[in-house]
C-alpha cells in the first residue's frame, strides 16, 4: 500500500482529470515493477527453489540427523509449495484472461479447450482382473460389459430391452 501512497500523493500539474490519468499512469509503472520484483518469472523461481530443496535433502542423507538441517528443509519445502501455488494461480489467471478476449468464437484456443475437456473424459486403456492391459475400444467394452453383468448378477427379467447390443450402442455412441 505504501507504493500506491507515495505514487499517489506526489504532485501532478493540470486540470483534474489530466493529474488523476498521469497519478493512474505512474502508479501503472510501480505495480508493474513490484509485480515483476514478486512474481517476475515465477517458473524460474519455483525450479530453483526446488533445486535448493533437492540439495539439502542430499546433504541430509550424507551426514547425521540434524534438527537445524529438518527445520531448514521444512522452510524451504514452505517456500517452494508456496510458489508453486502462486505459479498456479498465475496460470490460472492469465488462462482466464485469454479465455475472456478470445472466448467460445470458435477460435483455436476454445477448440483445444474444447479437446481437452473430451480427453479428460475418455477411456483410453485399462487392466482387467487377470492384469492384462486393455488398449483398444472393443476390448474395453467387453470388459465393462463383463464388469457390471459379474456385479449385478444374473439377467434380471424387470430389466427389459437391456442388451449388450444396446449397451455396445451406449459405449460407442459416447466415444463420438
Same mark, same amino acid.
Given at each position: 500500500?505504501?507504493?500506491?501512497?507515495?505514487?499517489?500523493?506526489?504532485?501532478?500539474?493540470?486540470?483534474?482529470?489530466?493529474?488523476?490519468?498521469?497519478k493512474l499512469k505512474r502508479l501503472k509503472r510501480s505495480l508493474k515493477a513490484l509485480n515483476s520484483?514478486?512474481?517476475?518469472? *515465477?517458473?524460474?523461481? @519455483?525450479?530453483? /527453489?526446488? &533445486?535448493? %530443496?533437492?540439495?539439502?535433502?542430499?546433504?541430509?542423507?550424507?551426514?547425521?540427523?540434524?534438527?537445524?538441517?529438518?527445520?531448514q528443509i521444512e522452510r524451504v519445502q514452505a517456500e517452494v509449495k508456496g510458489l508453486q501455488d502462486?505459479?498456479?494461480?498465475?496460470?490460472?489467471?492469465?488462462?482466464?484472461?485469454?479465455?475472456?478476449?478470445?472466448?467460445?468464437?470458435?477460435?483455436?484456443?476454445?477448440?483445444?479447450?474444447?479437446?481437452?475437456?473430451?480427453?479428460?473424459?475418455? *477411456?483410453?486403456?485399462? @487392466?482387467?482382473? /487377470?492384469? &492384462?492391459? %486393455?488398449?483398444?475400444?472393443?476390448?474395453?467394452?467387453?470388459?465393462?460389459?463383463?464388469?457390471?453383468?459379474?456385479?449385478?448378477?444374473?439377467?434380471d427379467a424387470k430389466v427389459l430391452g437391456c442388451t449388450d447390443l444396446l449397451l455396445s450402442d451406449?459405449?460407442?455412441?459416447?466415444?463420438?
Open positions: 500500500m505504501s507504493i500506491v501512497a507515495e505514487s499517489w500523493h506526489d504532485e501532478v500539474d493540470g486540470h483534474p482529470m489530466m493529474k488523476l490519468f498521469l520484483e514478486a512474481f517476475g518469472d *515465477i517458473s524460474d523461481r @519455483v525450479r530453483k /527453489k526446488r &533445486a535448493e %530443496l533437492e540439495e539439502l535433502q542430499i546433504a541430509s542423507l550424507r551426514c547425521d540427523y540434524n534438527l537445524d538441517c529438518e527445520r502462486a505459479k498456479e494461480r498465475f496460470h490460472r489467471q492469465k488462462a482466464r484472461v485469454q479465455w475472456l478476449q478470445e472466448g467460445d468464437h470458435s477460435t483455436k484456443f476454445f477448440h483445444n479447450a474444447v479437446a481437452v475437456t473430451k480427453n479428460k473424459h475418455t *477411456i483410453r486403456a485399462m @487392466v482387467d482382473d /487377470k492384469g &492384462a492391459k %486393455l488398449d483398444t475400444p472393443e476390448q474395453i467394452e467387453v470388459e465393462i460389459i463383463q464388469f457390471y453383468q459379474n456385479l449385478l448378477g444374473c439377467d451406449l459405449f460407442i455412441g459416447s466415444t463420438k
